[in-house]
């Protein structure tokens, strides 16, 4: 699978005052969607893990565009970019779908919100670099 979505609507405690959601909440809808990604190949994190493979992020850029804002429903898009023999590249978009509140604001429907990306290297139990199992290198 080298591109999936996911949905999810903005918790108001993911929000600063003003109702917009905080920056830090987007790696984790980011972390979301690329758990979600992996579900739908018929893996999950918890079998990785227990096989004794783990994914750490070494890398994560975000390039904020427009605010999400309480009650919007965002879908995070990823897509496998590359591999390597230890290495995954995935790209993001964070997409308005549908705004709950009505009120003046510069972003529609459709508008990407936020792009990143994220590289995660491969590990065992001890840490160190392991190659990717085939069935994850896309």
């Given at each position: 699978?080298?591109?999936?979505?996911?949905?999810?609507?903005?918790?108001?405690?993911?929000?600063?005052?003003?109702?917009?959601?905080?920056?830090?909440?987007?790696?984790a809808?980011?972390?979301?969607?690329?758990?979600?990604?992996?579900?739908?190949?018929?893996?999950?994190?918890?079998?990785?893990?227990a096989?004794?493979?783990?994914?750490?992020?070494?890398?994560?850029?975000?390039?904020?565009?427009?605010?999400?804002?309480?009650?919007?429903?965002?879908?995070?898009?990823?897509?496998?970019?590359?591999?390597?023999?230890?290495?995954?590249?995935?790209?993001?978009?964070?997409?308005?779908?549908?705004?709950s509140?009505?009120?003046?604001?510069?972003?529609?429907?459709?508008?990407?919100?936020v792009?990143?990306?994220?590289?995660?290297?491969?590990?065992?139990?001890?840490?160190?670099?392991?190659?990717?199992?085939?069935?994850?290198?896309?």
């Open positions: 699978m080298a591109e999936f979505t996911t949905s999810l609507r903005v918790r108001y405690c993911e929000c600063d005052p003003m109702g917009v959601a905080h920056h830090g909440s987007f790696p809808w980011l972390e979301e969607a690329r758990t979600e990604m992996l579900r739908g190949q018929g893996r999950t994190y918890a079998q990785m893990e096989d004794g493979l783990f994914l750490v992020v070494t890398k994560l850029e975000l390039q904020y565009r427009r605010p999400a804002r309480y009650d919007d429903v965002l879908d995070i898009r990823v897509k496998l970019a590359s591999t390597t023999r230890v290495k995954l590249v995935h790209e993001y978009a964070v997409i308005l779908k549908e705004r509140l009505t009120e003046n604001s510069p972003s529609a429907t459709g508008d990407v919100l792009t990143g990306s994220t590289t995660l290297a491969c590990v065992g139990r001890d840490g160190k670099l392991t190659p990717l199992p085939e069935w994850l290198q896309g």
